[in-house]
């Protein structure tokens, strides 16, 4: 079974700096997808990159990109210019590509981001 | 993205009432439809994956005959909470997808209080 792990609880950063929120994942499958979703106040989840395990790039949406790095399976998120509305649970999660979009996603524990005026 | 919502968005109900839920996709046919529940500071537990059509799967450790999960339409799944108890009480998010995506989109959640 596949297991997604994201060590760090909470986190904190000053508005406009840069900050990294890390993801490891465990799986067997070569072909998969793996995602950040954005949990704020409201509990809306909220999608905020996605990631193709064929794809050797990088995953990049304006403030936000990644470092997928396959070999070490390990899927962290960058977030520039820190805003005060990136404020919020992240959550890291995965889902294997065999079945398409009916496969279940695989959550991490999340982590909370505090973001300091 | 696509657009889901859910009813109500919250609900108060008595010991041992039944309660529905209902997830909707508004502007796609979705095919698949999952159930997860969220307790406070925690991750999302799924519960069930249901497809249209069909019953629906739940992971281990769910009671099917608690959450009774129907998938009639491709836009509609429901949630019934039997015979609700107060360690029922806690957020329901319900997700849904196609096979024309190749995400899932979240419904805005159930704040379920079982006094």
């Known amino acids: 079974a596949q297991t997604v792990t994201q060590s760090q609880p909470e986190m904190s950063v000053q508005e406009a700096e840069t900050v990294t929120l890390s993801c490891t994942y465990d799986t067997s499958e070569s072909d998969y997808y793996l995602f950040w979703y954005k949990q704020p106040p409201s509990r809306q989840m909220i999608l905020v990159i996605r990631q193709e395990a064929y794809k050797q790039q990088n995953a990049t949406e304006n403030r936000f990109s990644v470092n997928f790095q396959k070999a070490a399976k390990s899927f962290s998120l960058k977030i520039s210019d820190s805003q005060l509305g990136d404020a919020a649970m992240y959550f890291c999660a995965y889902r294997s590509a065999n079945q398409g979009g009916s496969e279940k996603l695989v959550f991490g524990k999340g982590m909370k981001l505090t973001v300091n005026p | ?115």
């Not at chain 2, 609900?11 to 309660?19: D, M, Q």
């Open chain 2, 1 to 115: 993205g696509a657009v889901v919502s859910q009813h109500p968005s919250w609900v108060i109900c008595k010991s041992g009432t039944s309660v529905k839920i209902e997830c909707r996709s508004l502007d796609f046919q979705a095919t698949t439809m999952f159930w997860y529940r969220q307790f406070p500071k925690q991750s999302l537990m799924l519960m069930a994956t249901s497809n249209e059509g069909s019953k629906a799967t739940y992971e281990q450790g769910v009671e099917k005959d608690k959450f009774l999960i129907n998938h009639a339409s491709l836009t509609l799944s429901t949630l019934t909470v039997t015979s609700a108890h107060p360690e029922d009480s806690s957020f329901y998010i319900c997700s849904a997808t196609s096979g024309y995506y190749n995400e899932q989109f979240f419904g805005p959640g159930t704040r379920l209080t079982v006094l």
